[in-house]
């Protein structure tokens, strides 16, 4: 998994300025898992957006807000949908 943070979002959804760590899971992680592995990791509160790119000839990166176990299981099935 790619966790970025600083830096900013532009309008398109690209990063701009973002410093980036790679951390990989024996398992899947459930959504407080990986809440609770951000948070140790950066030291504080933090909220989660998973990124993905739904273009077809050219990039177009979609956000969508992680707030709850629910919304991490649709995230990571319209990831596997959109591969």
Known sequence: MRLFHGGKVKGDGEFQSM??????????????????????????????????????ERRHYVLMGLSCESDWKNYVEVVKSSS
């Open 19 to 56: 410093h980036e760590h790679v951390h990989f899971f024996s398992t899947p992680p459930s959504f407080h898992f990986l809440l609770s592995h951000c948070q140790d990791k950066f030291g504080c509160a933090i909220s989660l957006r998973g990124r993905f790119d739904c273009g077809k």
